[in-house]
């Protein structure tokens, strides 16, 4: 059996509804920030229960854009963790401010204990990341950010309908980023991002910035950038938003058949799941034993399994001005050597799972053996 960690094959086998929606484009001219652009902010700022919603050319400007409209800058700081996509950190450092890194939890999200601690003079913002769709503890960041003066912006790149209460991210700190690239839970055709917001001051000066400052097509209000959501990409967004729900609840269903059944392996370690928290599940991460030997077995037994990430940020070569060393962050350098990632999309058959399930009891069966 073939479990594939992809499901573009799957879920764009018949793409001439789409195609469709994209001919209505064409055939307007209006390619830039036509009126699909207006409905998708709409219909997103709608799903996650802000006022505001701005789209952009990619997760990494919804993140950027967010702190530039902020003031974040050159000499400020950014306080992230340490396992996460380079865009996070990324994000902070094209400001030309400095990201200020934090370890993990056991959630493989932001070590809240560990924030207050990198907090400097030089600090003006937390930008805590839904990891994998796991949602952090955000009244706790917000308690923290109000205590110390700073801003929040949530990287939700990979936490579209995650929730703390029933609130979703990208609904608590003044933005919060998204992604649409072709593997998150909605996606587009190409890169897209957008941003979300409960502030009208905050939305229009994001709707500048990520239009060259422009005010009309002849006044320039400040030097902005050229980072629109393409009208294509939204009206590809459009189409496959009204399948958010079952998309959502198909993630969680497979998650749940891992956690249950993996949860009785002794070698496989299932993070805890907070009963308030809703996980979307961008990604299905577990820690387990002899990492590589399972995955090597998962691959050779056609089981697309991958690893989200093998090197925490502060020990990559694009770090290595920021000072950090081997053993600042020792929770999520031990979770990079033992962190594994299941299939767990929407397109997956119950067979698929269960066949997942069975390879990684019977690879421990074998080495209990040995």
């Known amino acids: 059996m073939k479990v ?4 573009l094959e799957e879920q764009f086998a018949d793409p001439d509804p789409i195609l469709q929606e994209i001919k209505k484009v064409v055939q307007s001219g209006d390619f830039t920030l036509g009126k699909q652009v ?3 902010e709409e219909k997103f700022a709608q799903v996650i229960g802000t006022k505001y919603a701005v789209g952009v050319n990619s997760g990494t400007d919804a993140l950027f854009l967010s702190l530039k409209a902020l003031g974040i800058g050159a000499g400020d700081e950014v306080i992230t963790m340490t396992s996460t996509f380079i865009a996070s950190a ?14 993990c939890d056991a959630e493989y999200l932001i070590a809240l204990d560990q924030i207050e601690k990198a907090i400097t003079p030089r600090s003006k913002a937390i930008l805590p990341v839904h990891y994998a769709g796991h949602p952090v503890d955000m009244p706790k960041i917000l308690e923290i950010a109000k205590k110390h003066n700073l801003h929040v912006v949530e990287d939700a790149c990979q936490g579209i309908q995650a929730a703390i209460d029933g609130k979703c991210a990208g609904s608590f700190g003044i933005a919060g980023g998204f992604s649409l690239h072709p593997l998150k839970n909605i996606n587009v055709w190409s890169d897209g991002g957008i941003i979300t917001t409960n502030s009208k001051e905050m939305a229009e000066k994001l709707r500048l910035l990520r239009n060259h400052g422009m005010k ?3 006044e320039y209000a400040f030097f902005g950038y050229n980072s629109r959501l393409d009208t294509v990409q939204a009206a590809v967004g459009l189409y496959l938003i009204k399948d958010l729900d079952f998309i959502t609840s198909q993630r969680i269903k497979n998650a749940a058949k891992y956690d249950s059944a993996l949860s009785k392996i002794e070698e496989i370690t299932v993070p805890a799941r907070r009963k308030n928290g809703r996980y979307v599940y961008h990604l299905y991460i577990i820690q387990a034993k002899k990492r590589d030997e399972l995955l090597a077995h998962l691959i050779k037994n056609g089981i697309e399994a991958k690893v989200h990430y093998p090197f925490p940020l502060h020990l990559q070569e ?4 920021l000072g950090y060393k081997k053993g600042d962050f020792p929770i999520a350098e031990n979770q990079a050597k033992n962190i594994i990632t299941l299939p767990v999309h929407q397109h997956l058959t119950d067979e698929a799972v269960q066949y997942t399930i069975d390879q990684i009891t019977q690879f421990y069966a074998k080495e209990l053996v040995k």
Do not use: E, L, M
Not at 4 to 7: E, I, L, P
Not at 90 to 103: E, K, L, N, R, S
Not at 318 to 321: A, G, L
């Open 38 to 40: 207006g409905q998708f």
């Open 90 to 103: 990324g994000a902070i450092a094209q400001t030309g401010a400095t990201p200020v890194f934090v370890d």
């Open 4 to 7: 594939k960690f992809s499901y």
């Open 216 to 218: 009309n097509r002849d």
């Open 318 to 321: 694009c770090s290595k001005h």
